[in-house]
C-alpha cells in the first residue's frame, strides 16, 4: 500500500476553492498499483451525478499513477464501490483478469487515505504504524433532525472492526463526539464506518474518560484489565510493596489478584483494616499499576512482578495527622506488624501519612527519628535494613496555588520527610490536558515537566548538616485556573482504584501521596528483577537514575552563563535529582556504564582512650582507559551515587549539631588527573581531619555540579562531573571514608566498633558515538582495597 499522507489544511483549502462548507468531504491522494490500471477519468465522471471529482492525475516512472480526488461528505462508499466495480469487472492491460489481492491493496490504499484526509489534530499525533492502537476522538455527521441513529450506527461498524466505543457521547449542532480505542487498520476495516466520520483527532489523555463512565461500563474495563493481568503468585520471595496508611479494601477486582486476606493489618483492632477515607485504597492502585489510565487503555497483557501489603496507620484522617508524637510509636507498631507474620519476605515501607506542618524545617523529630531508626535497624543490631518510601507532604491551600511557583519554596516537607535514610518523593506533573466539558476557559497551574503544583521543599532550611530533601520526584497532578478561581479536576489527576467498588471502581488521586506510591512501585519493580540487592542499593539506583526536565531547569535558571553549586544545590531543594527512570535503573542505556559495589567500611577504632578514624575503602573504576582517552575532549559526565543508613540520635544535643544525630558519616572522592594513588590517599585523610576540625574543605574541581561543601548532607551522597573524555580516563579510583558522627564522639555508648555498610554507584554517560566502551571492561571487577587512614 502506497498511500501519500495529505493535510486536513490541504482539504480545507479545496473545499474552499470549489465552494462548498468545510467539513462536507474530504481530498483523497492515493497511488494506484503499477497492475491496477485505473480508468480515474472515466470512474470520476461516472461519479460526477455524486460530488465526485478528479483534481488531478500524474502517471509515476514505475507506471503507478498518482490520482488526486475530492469526495464529497458521505460518498466515500459510493466511490469504493466504483472502483471495486472497475476492477471486478475488466481486465488488465495484457487482457488477464484483475486478482483479489489487487483489488483489496487498492482499496486499502484508499481507506488510509481517507483516513489521513480526516485528521484535523497535529500529523505527528497519528501514529506511523498503522497497527498500533490509542484512543480516537471520532467526530460523526449529525444532522438538523438526526437522532441518535448515527451515532448507533458507528457503534455496531466499529464493533465488526473490533474497536471499543464508550458510551459516553456529546453532542453539537452538527457533530456528535464519541471515544473509541482501536487501530487505524482496524478503522478501515470498515469503509460504512469511515463513511460516517466527518472528523478525526486523537483523544485527550486523562483520567476523567474513565471516572465519568457508568459503573457498568467501569466494571467491563475492569473486567478487561483482569483478563490481561499477569499477577505474581502469593511466595515469600515476591517483594511486597507495604502501605502505612488509611488501610486497604482488597474487595476492589483489581486489587484482589494482588493482596491476600493476611497481608491486610492494622495497629489498632477497634479500626479495622479497611479503608474509609477513600486514601490507602487509591495508593494501592498506584503501587500496583501505576496509573490506571496507561494499563486501561492498553490491549496487551499487563505483568505485575510484585505485591502489595497494607497496615491501617490512621482511621479516617487520610493523609495528613497532627499528633506526630503518638504517631512515631503508631509508626513503630505499623512496621513490626507484618514483619511478625512475614518477616522473610523483601519488602519497602511506603508511607503517605504527614504531619499537618513543617514546623521542623529539618530538625529531626521523634517521627522522623523513628523512622530512620527502622530503616538502620539499629535495635537488630543493623542486621535487618528497611527501605522506607515517604511522601514530602503537601499543600492543598488554593491561596499558595494562585502563587505558583514561587508558593513551592514556602511549603517546606513534612514531617517525617526529613528522614536521613527514607526515600522522601515530591511531585512534578506532566498532565496538562483539561477535558472536562465547561472548563475549556482553565488552563492548567503548571507546564508539562514542570513540579506540581501540590509538592514541597526544602529551600528554606538553613542547617547545612539536613539532607537535600525532597530526593526525587514522580507524578503528582496538576490543578487548573482561569485566572482567577483555582481548582482540581479528574483530568490533571492520575486514575486509581476507588475505595468502594460497589459504587464505582475508579477513581483520582494526586500530590504527593500519589509519587510516593509510583516511587514505592519502581522499588519493588528493581527489588523483583535483582532480589539480592540491599535496600541502600535500591534507594542509590532510584535517584542514580533521575534526571531534570526541561521545565524544571527553566522554573530555577541561573543568573548567569552557568549554574553555580549553590544554584543547583537549591534545584535539589525544589525538585529532588528530578524523574528516574526504571530504564535506567534496570539497565545499561546504549551510551552509558555503571558499576554497582555493595561493601562496608569500619569507620572508627578505640586507640587507648581515643577513639579514631580508622579506614577508607579505595575503588578502582574499571573504564576503558585507551578508548576513553581516545575520545579525547568529547563531553561525559560522571555521575557518583553514595547510599548508607545511619543510627540516629535524636536527643536535643544531637539535633543541633551535625556530628552528633548521625551514627558516622561516610564522605566519596574521585582521584584527580595526574594525582597519584598515594597523593590521593594523603588527600582524602587531610580532607577528613579538616572536616574533624570544623574547618570547610575549599572546593578545587570545579567540574563537579554541588561539590564536596553541597553533596556530603544526609546519608544519600549524589553528585555529577562533566568534563572530557580524557580528563576523566586518568581519575581511575573512588575512595570512600568516614566522617564524624556519635559512634565516634559518644565513645560511653561503645559503637564505635561496628562496621558501617554502603551502597556506591558510579556510571559513566558518553554521547551516542560510534565507540565500544563494554567489551574492553567485560568480566572486570572493581578491586576492593581497605587502606588505613592516618590522622
Not at 471515544?179 to 489523555?205: F, H, I, T
Not at 496507561?294 to 501489603?309: C, D, K, W
Not at 475508579?506 to 522499588?523: E, I, K, P
Not at 552528633?660 to 581531619?689: C, T
Request: glycine share 6%; with cysteine; aromatic share 8%.
Amino acid at each position: 500500500m502506497h498511500a501519500l499522507l495529505p493535510l486536513a489544511e490541504a482539504a480545507k483549502q479545496r473545499q474552499e476553492e470549489i465552494g462548498l462548507e468545510a467539513g462536507l468531504g474530504l481530498q483523497i491522494q492515493f497511488l494506484s498499483r503499477p497492475d491496477a490500471d485505473l480508468a480515474f477519468e472515466r470512474l470520476a465522471s461516472e461519479g460526477k451525478s455524486k460530488g465526485i471529482e478528479l483534481l488531478s492525475i500524474q502517471e509515476r516512472d514505475n507506471k503507478a499513477v498518482l490520482a488526486n480526488v475530492f469526495v464529497p461528505d458521505g460518498q466515500l462508499q459510493h466511490f469504493e464501490r466504483l472502483v471495486s466495480e472497475y476492477l471486478e469487472s475488466k481486465t488488465d492491460r495484457n487482457g488477464k483478469p484483475r486478482d483479489n489481492k489487487t483489488l483489496l491493496n487498492t482499496i486499502g490504499s484508499i481507506r488510509a487515505a481517507a483516513i489521513q484526509g480526516l485528521w484535523t489534530d497535529s500529523p505527528e499525533l497519528l501514529p506511523a504504524n498503522p497497527e498500533e492502537a490509542f484512543w480516537w476522538e471520532i467526530w460523526l455527521r449529525r444532522s438538523r433532525d438526526a437522532d441518535s441513529s448515527a451515532v448507533e450506527d458507528f457503534r455496531r461498524l466499529a464493533a465488526m472492526s473490533q474497536c471499543q466505543v464508550s458510551d459516553a457521547v456529546v453532542d453539537f449542532p452538527e457533530r456528535s463526539v464519541v471515544v473509541m480505542y482501536g487501530s487505524q487498520w482496524q478503522l478501515s476495516q470498515s469503509v460504512m464506518a469511515l463513511n460516517c466520520v466527518a472528523e478525526l483527532r486523537r483523544a485527550k489523555d486523562t483520567a476523567e474518560f474513565f471516572v465519568g463512565l457508568g459503573g457498568v461500563e467501569q466494571q467491563q474495563w475492569s473486567a478487561d484489565l483482569v483478563a490481561r493481568l499477569q499477577a505474581p503468585g502469593d511466595g515469600d520471595e515476591v517483594p511486597r510493596v507495604c502501605l502505612l496508611d488509611s488501610g486497604v479494601n482488597r474487595g476492589h477486582p483489581l486489587l484482589d489478584p494482588l493482596i491476600a486476606p493476611s497481608d491486610l493489618h492494622t495497629v489498632n483492632a477497634a479500626w479495622g483494616t479497611n479503608d474509609t477515607a477513600n486514601h490507602g485504597t487509591g495508593l494501592a492502585g498506584l503501587a500496583g499499576y501505576g496509573d490506571l489510565h496507561a494499563a486501561l487503555a492498553s490491549n496487551g497483557p499487563i505483568a505485575i512482578s510484585h505485591r502489595i501489603e497494607s497496615v491501617k496507620l490512621t482511621p479516617n484522617q487520610g493523609a495528613n495527622v497532627g499528633d506526630d508524637k503518638h504517631h512515631a510509636r503508631l509508626f513503630l507498631d505499623g512496621v513490626t506488624l507484618p514483619e511478625t507474620y512475614f518477616g522473610q519476605r523483601k519488602r519497602v515501607f511506603s508511607s503517605a501519612v504527614t504531619a499537618s506542618d513543617y514546623r521542623d524545617f529539618g530538625r529531626p523529630s521523634a517521627w522522623s527519628s523513628t523512622v530512620d531508626s527502622l530503616a538502620s535497624d539499629d535495635l537488630g543490631e543493623g542486621a535487618f535494613p528497611r527501605l522506607f518510601v515517604l511522601s514530602a507532604g503537601n499543600t492543598n491551600d488554593r491561596a499558595h496555588w494562585a502563587q505558583y511557583p514561587d508558593s513551592l519554596s514556602l511549603n517546606q516537607v513534612h514531617d517525617p520527610g526529613q528522614s536521613w535514610n527514607a526515600l522522601t518523593v515530591g511531585a512534578f506533573t506532566e498532565k496538562t490536558n483539561i477535558s472536562e466539558r465547561g472548563a475549556t476557559h482553565f488552563d492548567p497551574v503548571a507546564p508539562s515537566g514542570a513540579l506540581s503544583p501540590f509538592t514541597s521543599s526544602s529551600s528554606m532550611w538553613s542547617e547545612r548538616a539536613w539532607p537535600l530533601k525532597p530526593d526525587v520526584v514522580f507524578e503528582g497532578g496538576n490543578a487548573g485556573t482561569d485566572g482567577v478561581n483555582i481548582d482540581n479536576f479528574a483530568s490533571l489527576e492520575l486514575l486509581t482504584t476507588n475505595n468502594r467498588p460497589l459504587s464505582r471502581l475508579f477513581w483520582t488521586t494526586n500530590a504527593t501521596s500519589a509519587a510516593s506510591a509510583l516511587c514505592s512501585r519502581m522499588a519493588a519493580q528493581i527489588m523483583a528483577a535483582y532480589p539480592v540487592l540491599r535496600p541502600e542499593t535500591v534507594r542509590a539506583l532510584i535517584v542514580n537514575s533521575a534526571e531534570w526536565t526541561e521545565a524544571m531547569l527553566q522554573m530555577y535558571p541561573p543568573r548567569g552563563a552557568q549554574r553555580t553549586k549553590q544554584e543547583y544545590s537549591a534545584l535539589i531543594r525544589h525538585c529532588g535529582w528530578g524523574v528516574p527512570s526504571l530504564e535506567r535503573a534496570l539497565w545499561s542505556a546504549g551510551n552509558s556504564l555503571s558499576l554497582i559495589v555493595e561493601d562496608q567500611v569500619h569507620p572508627y577504632k578505640k586507640d587507648g582512650s581515643v577513639v579514631k578514624s580508622r579506614d577508607m575503602n579505595l575503588h578502582s573504576l574499571p573504564w576503558p582507559k585507551d578508548q576513553l582517552e581516545a575520545l579525547q575532549d568529547i563531553q561525559v559526565e560522571m555521575r557518583v551515587t553514595l547510599s548508607y543508613f545511619v543510627e540516629p540520635n535524636p536527643s536535643a544535643r544531637g539535633s543541633s549539631s551535625k556530628y552528633h544525630y548521625p551514627s558516622h558519616r561516610l564522605r566519596f572522592a574521585v582521584r584527580r588527573p595526574l594525582e597519584s594513588v598515594e597523593d590521593f590517599q594523603a588527600r582524602i585523610n587531610a580532607a577528613a581531619l579538616r572536616e574533624e576540625t570544623g574547618r570547610v574543605t575549599v572546593p578545587t574541581d570545579s567540574n563537579w555540579v554541588l561539590g564536596d561543601y553541597n553533596r556530603h548532607r544526609g546519608s544519600l551522597h549524589q553528585d555529577v562531573w562533566r568534563g572530557s573524555a580524557a580528563d576523566l580516563a586518568s581519575r581511575g579510583f573512588v575512595a570512600v571514608y568516614p566522617s564524624n558522627g556519635w559512634w565516634r564522639t559518644r565513645p560511653a555508648q561503645e559503637r564505635y566498633d561496628l562496621p558501617a555498610r554502603y551502597s556506591l554507584i558510579v556510571s559513566i554517560r558518553t554521547p551516542k558515538i560510534d565507540v565500544d566502551l563494554y567489551t574492553p571492561i567485560d568480566q572486570q571487577v572493581a578491586a576492593n582495597i581497605g587502606v588505613p587512614i592516618i590522622v
